[in-house]
């Protein structure tokens, strides 16, 4: 059960939003009037939200506005399609052209030494074909972004990267994690980097690295802070000293980014120790602009502005989480409207600020700075420490997330009580398991495998999200690559010979559900129903994304 003051009626209404909101562009405010409108004229089922946030203008702003204000329109602010899709055609480009192709740099057909683990010639054809969905996703951004970002919500960057495709047009945070790990197995090492370039490009432009690379992003919120796990595995392939220097001082800032005020609270434990846990908290309290129209229906059931404020905080606050959405998040799991993100202290979260604690402290002993190898090392094995005091449960043998008081203020110390850890299952829980201090001590895995066994997320395809089938994309029956890569990495990495086989089993369930899919589908899915092999995921406001490989 989950803790008992956990109550489904609306936090949202015990005081005034105070938290801090960034103001955005005027661009992207007009392209939120525009989706606003599209979503008049459409059929729901025919709406991506997105599509129109993401339009470039082929003319300045104010010409653009006073055209589209001069549009005739019903009393529901909707115009027919016709006059529409002319308007749309005449002053806009299309949603992805601010980017443009360019050959992948370090690309090669079947580079040497390639998986060469893998020997079925089935499934090494089947490698070679996603290997060879890179030449598909690299991208570099326009001309036209560069010499006139008044015109685009694209943001420039300063070199060509990867994108994940379909409907995200544009570099994403902690995708790229995956992306740089994809790319190191292809030997594409420069590409890599090129990422790592341009989300320090991000860091350094605005304090923190953004969830995506779009002008409504700025204002908002990060995503997962996975930079220096990036950075240390092109390190461990490629030994690049230089990339170490340059992501350092970056690193030092998301850091400070992340223990901000707000996205910080202090726990007092029972043994009279303060820890500093960290929390996701956007910088936002209005409608996501990519989904807009969407989010103000949801916010129409809330009865004055400050709560429908509250609610749009909580809403890009667990978007800034990379779980939107999950009932992991909602106080009453029957009611979306009952997100609460940044009341909840998410043990995955803090388990990668361990990591880039333990990154920060690597680095710095590369480049010669043993101080702040000093203080980051201390520093990683003081949250050690609260991992044991604020996120492990002994009777479930898992790490859970940990649930704050309605009111709780940053500066001031809550009291750790067991019943704010919120005992559902996710999938979160297993996490820790990535990293190395915890999948060194063989003892701690294998209560954690034992209870991941019995934990009813091991299905017949992989591991489940959540237990609960909510209809929400974060929730059971779906399984996610990201969940099944850093359990199954943490349980290989132990010395414990039955977790090592657990890794082994879940891998295979995993690789051959994504097998079956691509022989019967030819595309690689977003994510899958780990209740039966080969079927691919759904739920969530957006329709399931997928990517087409060449097939030979």
Known sequence: ????????????????????????????????????????????????????IDLSLKF??????????????????????????????????SAGEDLVYVEPMDFETEPYGFLPKVENPEVRAWALEVHGLWK??????????????????????????????SRFREVYYWDSYWVIRGLLASKMHETAKAIVTNLISLLDTYGYVLNGARAYYTNRSSQPPLL??????????????????????????????????????IIHDAENC?????????????????????????ASKFLNVNEKQKFYRELAS??????????????????????????????????????????IAFFAKIVGD????????????????????????????????????????????????????????????????????????????????????????????GIATSLTNSGHQWDFPNGWAPIQHMIVEGLWRSASTEARKV??????????ANHVAYKKTGTMHEKYNVEKCGEYGAGGIYRPQFLTAARN
């Not at 950075?231 to 990339?243: A, H, K, P, S």
């Not at 909840?344 to 990154?359: Q, S």
Request: net charge negative.
């Open 136 to 165: 598909k996703l690299s991208r570099e951004v326009s001309s036209s972004v560069h010499d006139h970002p008044e015109l685009h919500t694209l943001l420039p960057l300063p070199v060509p990267g990867m994108i994940p495709g």
């Open 228 to 265: 220096s796990a990036m950075v240390y595995e092109i390190y461990n392939r490629t030994g690049d000293v230089d990339l170490v220097k340059k992501a350092l001082p970056a690193l030092l800032k998301e850091y400070q980014f992340w223990n901000s005020e707000i996205h910080t609270m």
């Open 60 to 93: 300045d702003l104010s010409t653009t506005v006073k055209a589209f204000d001069e549009i005739s329109k019903t009393e529901n602010g909707s115009v027919s399609t016709k006059d529409f899709e002319e308007f749309i055609g005449k002053w806009f480009k």
């Open 370 to 461: 043993d101080a702040i190898a000093e203080d980051f090392l201390t520093a990683s094995h003081t949250r050690k420490k609260a991992f044991n005091s604020v996120f492990w449960n002994e009777n479930m043998g898992q790490w859970v997330d940990y649930w704050l008081n309605y009111g709780a203020e940053p500066k001031e110390p809550q009291t750790w009580e067991a019943q704010n850890q919120n005992q559902n299952v996710f999938a979160s829980n297993f996490v820790p398991l990535w990293i190395d201090l915890f999948n060194s001590d063989t003892p701690l895995v294998e209560k954690v495998t034992r209870s991941l066994q019995s934990s009813g997320l091991l299905c017949a395809a």
């Open 503 to 512: 890794a082994r089993d879940i891998a295979e369930r995993w690789i051959r």
């Open 318 to 359: 667990t978007a800034e989480s990379g779980w939107d959405f999950s009932t992991r998040w909602m106080r009453n799991p029957s009611e979306f409207t009952s997100l609460s993100t940044t009341t909840i202290l998410p043990v995955d979260l803090n388990a990668f600020m361990l990591r880039m604690e333990l990154d």
């Open 1 to 52: 059960m989950a803790a008992a003051n956990h109550s489904p009626s609306s936090p949202y209404s015990c005081a005034k939003d105070s938290g801090p909101v960034i103001p955005t562009t005027s661009l992207v405010t007009f392209l939120e009037r525009v989706q606003e409108t599209a979503f008049q004229t459409y059929e729901r089922s025919k709406f991506d939200h997105k599509d129109f």
């Open 274 to 298: 303060n820890h500093s846990l960290n929390r996701y908290y956007a910088m936002w309290n209005k409608p996501r602009p990519e989904a807009s129209a969407i989010d103000k229906r949801f």
